[in-house]
């Protein structure tokens, strides 16, 4: 069965009828991905949110850090499948699998971080994301010291911190506005 034929249950915009500036990142998004990533027609409701929005994720997501792409999308599934937020489990899964060439870690990211086989520094990274996503009261000092131990910087700290809560924000927005993974995620990467 598949999935709602909708993008957002809020609607989107007309691509036509955006500033020009967005009709160029919908262009480039056309001809680098093949498509528009929903998320952004989503916030196309708003313009300058959607800007914003994708200001603060190329800068989180792509600017140097001491954690690696691949972690930082690896952090924003643990942090859907912990939030069950389909859209980016989804959209994050599939970007887990075509980083890693492995179809079988963004499926163990989405269900049970847990059994993937990682290494200590990438365990301690995905727990602390778990713990600050469902228990954010009890984060405590111990567990920034447990980072630190396996090699974090407080840079570090702070980058997953951020990773952390941005896509609690995203998982948040995308389950309010029903907004549906492009349906390109769902064959990515796929043996």
Not at 123 to 147: E, I, Q
Request: include cysteine; charge should be negative.
């Amino acid at each position: 069965m598949p999935q709602p034929d909708h993008i957002s249950v809020l609607g989107v915009p007309d691509p036509a009828e955006l500033d020009d500036d967005l009709k160029v990142i919908w262009a480039k998004c056309v001809e680098k991905l093949g498509f528009v990533p929903n998320v952004f027609s989503t916030y196309s409701l708003k313009p300058q949110r959607l800007r914003n929005f994708m200001a603060m994720y190329n800068e989180i997501m792509l600017a140097k850090s001491g954690l690696t792409k691949l972690e930082r999308e690896m952090i924003a599934v643990v942090v859907s499948s912990a939030n069950r937020c389909y859209y980016c489990l989804v959209a994050h899964g599939a970007a887990v699998r075509m980083m890693s060439g492995d179809a079988e870690l963004g499926e163990m990211m989405a269900l049970n971080y847990r059994v993937a086989k990682l290494d200590p520094r990438q365990r301690a990274m995905l727990d602390f994301t778990w713990k600050l996503t469902t228990t954010p009261n009890l984060v405590d000092d111990a567990d920034r010291d447990g980072l630190r131990a396996v090699g974090l910087s407080n840079d570090d700290v702070f980058d997953l911190a951020e990773t952390i809560a941005f896509f609690n924000l995203s998982n948040r927005m995308a389950s309010a506005t029903d907004m549906m993974p492009n349906r390109e995620y769902h064959g990515a990467q796929r043996p």
